[in-house]
């Protein structure tokens, strides 16, 4: 299972930063080293381990524009067990800027290099747009984690999205690959949702995460108390989808370390 992961889908409210910060959050409670990257002018992830976005000395942007290290700009969540590459509206400066310098494609990538090591996994939280801070974490990514809605409009977005992949992957990044689909906002009575499900496993088969994350308000709610789900409320069906995503995750890392001795 690749190690820095990109969480991306260009249609917005599918559960990128949903997916990005409860997915953070539960490796760091099962003592794995995470790194979770603000790649969104909104700040949505830095406020959802609640970090105030507002208050920033230094933040991703500062990072992406070279004006600081990466290990500078982080902030460390004891709480969560992990540390967060924190994001405000900077990030659109740094949306110009990477456009304008040399190998902008290549900054996060060349940024994260330093500190890699350090940790077990690197979540990056993408803005809803194949933008060139998204095209950035495809460049440092080992492989693409990509939350949708079993829709239809969807399937239509996720064609795009695997075009963009591939494109990465024979101009800047031959390593990346699909770690996996994941289905969230699930209602299982909508005869759509299981279709579209069925359909997701028939053409991607072992890419589609076990894990489904079911629609549920504990989940909706935790953001706006700046916690992840499993802090806010552990025993919720929102919590406990993202723990097995973890151990999902886990599970297939270790198959993989086994596979190559």
């Known amino acids: ?7 991306v889908n260009q249609k917005g409210g599918v559960g990128k930063t949903t997916t990005s910060v409860n997915l953070a959050a539960s490796l760091g409670k ?11 002018a909104q700040g949505n992830a830095t406020m959802g381990v609640g970090v105030d976005k507002s208050a920033l000395e230094l933040s991703g942007c500062d990072v992406l524009l070279g004006e600081c290290g990466l290990a500078e700009a982080l902030v460390c969540v004891d709480e969560h067990n992990l540390e967060l ?28 290099a330093p500190v890699l090591d350090d940790y077990d996994f690197v979540l990056i ?12 974490a495809l ?18 977005g ?5 075009n963009t992949v591939k494109q990465i992957r024979q ?38 995460f076990r894990t489904i994350v079911p629609r549920n308000v504990r989940l ?25 995503l973890a151990g999902e995750l886990l599970g297939k890392k270790v198959k993989q370390i086994n596979e190559t001795r």
């Open 220 to 244: 909706a709610e935790a953001p706006s108390y700046g916690q992840p789900v499993i802090a806010y409320d552990a025993r919720s069906t929102g919590a406990m989808a993202y723990i097995a």
């Open 158 to 162: 996720l064609s795009a999205l695997m």
């Open 30 to 40: 099962a003592k794995r080293r995470v790194l979770l990257i603000d790649l969104d």
């Open 1 to 7: 299972m690749p190690k820095v992961l990109a969480v």
């Open 85 to 112: 590459l924190p994001a405000n509206d900077d990030m659109t400066a740094a949306e110009v800027g990477l456009k304008e310098g040399q190998q902008g494609q290549l900054r996060l990538k060349q940024a994260l």
């Open 139 to 156: 460049a440092a990514a080992d492989g693409v984690l990509i939350p949708m809605q079993c829709e239809y409009y969807a399937l239509e």
């Open 171 to 208: 101009s800047i990044n031959p390593k990346l690959e699909i770690a996996g689909i994941l289905r969230t906002m699930h209602d299982p009575r909508n005869n759509l949702a299981r279709q579209v499900s069925d359909e997701l496993i028939a053409h991607f088969s072992d890419k589609v």
């Open 125 to 136: 939280d993408c803005p809803p747009s194949l933008s060139m801070l998204t095209v950035n």
